[in-house]
């Protein structure tokens, strides 16, 4: 089956630092990664969706400048949290969609997670 | 190694009840997540257990045995809009994310 690698699993960084984490899918190519943002007991927030060769697109609320995501293969989204504080500490997951074109059996596969912890 | 069990595939008729299963092992337990996704869309979130017992949310319940390795979620009263995919997914020691393979739900008139 489909596999999305996620990597570092876990990366704990000095305030004011920037972190990237990465995104790939393994197997297959993917136009289109969704990034969250999921907080202790609580719900996933989708942060932005990245689209291979263009600009993100970002929820609202969530800053473009500060979650920055390049998308510039088909298998291959980062996330950049830049000048991180300890309130973006938090855990962050990528998907990714597979499969192609108008008939095929599109399906959403997810990274195993990010957990992000600014000191 | 770890692995989330839950049915590739269901299907219910409208205005009926649906339980959907989820077994897990994982190297330890820090919650289990249900989400709804439709297709080419991301996932929503419908429930969160870390502790064993019925937790209700209008027409949704999750329940959890966590000395089971068990996780049901239910649906009532189902409605057409509720065909979607059912992701259950386990966090285990490392808050690593241990993701089923998902439920595609098909509901009947």
């Known amino acids: 089956g489909a596999v999305v690698s996620q990597h570092p699993s876990r990366v704990i960084c000095k305030s004011g630092t920037s972190v990237k984490i990465e995104c790939r899918s393994l197997?297959?190519?993917?136009?289109?990664m969704f990034w969250y943002r999921q907080f202790p007991k609580k719900s996933l927030m989708l942060m932005a969706t990245?689209?291979?060769?263009?600009?993100?697109?970002?929820e609202q609320g969530v800053e473009k400048d500060k979650f920055l995501i390049n998308h510039a293969s088909l298998t291959l989204s980062t996330l950049t949290v830049t000048s991180a504080h300890p309130e973006d500490s938090s855990f962050y997951i990528c998907?990714?969609?597979?499969?192609?074109?108008?008939?095929?059996?599109?399906?959403?596969?997810f990274g195993s997670g990010t957990q992000l912890s600014v000191l | 190694g770890q692995n989330i069990d839950q049915p590739t595939e269901m299907t219910a008729t409208e205005g009926a009840i649906v339980q959907i299963n989820c077994t897990y092992q994982?190297?330890?337990?820090?919650?289990l997540f249900w989400y709804q996704q439709h297709a080419g869309e991301a996932p929503t979130f419908l429930s969160y257990?870390?502790l064993d017992g019925l937790e209700e949310k209008g027409r949704f319940s999750s329940f959890l045995s966590r000395s089971k390795g068990y996780s049901y979620l239910l649906l009532k009263e189902l409605q057409m809009k509720d065909s979607a995919s059912y992701l259950c997914?386990?966090?285990?020691?490392?808050?690593?994310?241990?993701w089923g393979a998902g439920t595609k739900l098909i509901i009947k008139p």
């Open positions: 997914a386990v966090r285990d020691s490392n808050y690593q994310l241990i």
């Open positions: 994982t190297s330890g337990f820090n919650g």
């Open positions: 197997d297959f190519q993917a136009t289109t």
């Open positions: 990245s689209n291979e060769g263009s600009k993100a697109t970002y």
């Open positions: 998907s990714a969609i597979s499969g192609q074109g108008l008939s095929g059996d599109k399906k959403l596969f």
């Open positions: 257990n870390v």
